[in-house]
């Protein structure tokens, strides 16, 4: 799944090229694509016709469509990009993608906007907003290290309070969202924290000097359009993301480590991998009384 960097790369895209645009018609193809709705496609669709794009807006992975009606009324439309989905915008001319399951049209006759997605993990649904403007199906979600209104010392409070491990902590989007896999790894890489250091082992300084380092790696990341490891995550015109070349540690196993030369290690994760370096980043000694797993 995209993270917070590829996502608001989205995002970005949207804000340019739909916002202020009122929606002529919305098609969608199959009933999975819009599954999450449970009245079904075509409710969404007559729900949709007629709507002002007043926002595009994003807190962590999750990305959404403020629409606004004639009468002013708002709801979210909720994009689940999954594994594989992409928004792009294209000249009503081009070519159908293989895998499109979404159109929508516009009044003003300009570029559509097209939902494709290979692997169907993805889907649209529409939502009310809170008074804080997010999908009340997505209002369990913490607010991200982008954010204006990010607490970070609470985070670092609550982080400091779990006898979990810190990287399991880094991917929970209740406490913290947008951060995954990939990030986490990097962050805990530019820390010289190990992933299963406890966070109650750690200082509360050291949590949110972690939580700068997540802040800082993904705004870099977003500085070079995201990390496309294949050409399903690409921005609304179809490019891809480059920051995978300046990525430290994740995916980079038997490579050198870029502070200390060590070769990086990959560790099985909650049915994941995760990659470290085993001199900048040594693995927690076991607490008394527990036994460590034979290799």
């Known amino acids: 799944m995209p993270e917070l960097p590829e996502v608001e790369v989205v995002r970005r895209g949207l804000e340019d090229h739909v916002v202020g645009r009122t929606i002529e018609q919305a098609q969608f193809y199959g009933?999975?694509?819009?599954?999450?709705?449970?009245?079904?496609?075509?409710?969404?669709?007559?729900?949709l016709a007629g709507n002002l794009v007043a926002q595009a807006?994003?807190?962590?992975?999750?990305?959404?469509?403020?629409?606004?009606?004639?009468?002013?009324?708002e709801q979210g439309l909720i994009a689940h990009l999954g594994m594989s989905g992409q928004l792009l915008v294209e000249d009503a001319g081009a070519p159908d993608e293989k895998h499109l399951h979404a159109r929508f049209t516009f009044a003003d006759r300009g570029p559509e906007l097209?939902?494709?997605?290979?692997?169907?993990?993805?889907?649209?649904?529409?939502?009310?907003?809170?008074?804080?403007?997010?999908?009340?199906?997505i209002a369990h979600i913490a607010p991200d290290p982008l954010e204006a209104d990010f607490d970070q010392v609470g985070v670092a409070r609550r982080?400091?309070?779990?006898?979990?491990?810190?990287?399991?902590?880094l991917l929970d989007q209740t406490l913290v969202s947008g951060v995954g896999n990939i990030y986490a790894d990097e962050a805990l890489w530019?820390?010289?924290?190990h992933g299963e250091r406890l966070c109650?082992?750690?200082?509360?300084?050291?949590?949110?000097?972690?939580?700068?380092?997540?802040?800082?790696?993904?705004?870099?990341?977003?500085?070079?359009?995201?990390?496309?490891?294949?050409?399903?995550?690409?921005?609304?015109?179809?490019?891809?993301?480059?920051?995978?070349?300046?990525?430290?540690a994740y995916g980079q196993e038997g490579r050198p480590c870029p502070?200390?030369?060590?070769?990086?290690?990959?560790?099985?994760?909650?049915?994941r991998s995760s990659y470290s370096c085993p001199h900048?980043?040594?693995?927690?000694r076991p607490r008394a009384g527990l036994r460590t797993a034979r290799p």
């Open 31 to 47: 009933a999975r694509v819009a599954r999450r709705h449970l009245p079904g496609p075509l409710d969404l669709s007559d729900r």
């Open 280 to 284: 900048c980043q040594p693995r927690p």
């Open 200 to 248: 109650s082992a750690l200082t509360r300084p050291a949590l949110s000097r972690l939580l700068d380092h997540a802040r800082e790696v993904m705004l870099e990341a977003l500085g070079q359009g995201g990390t496309s490891f294949d050409a399903l995550y690409v921005n609304i015109n179809g490019a891809s993301g480059y920051f995978d070349r300046s990525l430290n």
């Open 259 to 271: 502070r200390c030369g060590a070769p990086i290690r990959r560790e099985s994760f909650m049915n």
């Open 190 to 193: 530019r820390a010289q924290v």
């Open 57 to 73: 807006r994003r807190r962590g992975k999750y990305l959404w469509l403020v629409l606004r009606t004639p009468s002013g009324f």
């Open 114 to 137: 097209r939902f494709v997605d290979q692997r169907t993990f993805g889907g649209m649904a529409l939502s009310d907003l809170t008074d804080g403007g997010v999908p009340e199906t």
């Open 159 to 169: 982080m400091k309070s779990r006898d979990s491990a810190v990287k399991r902590a």
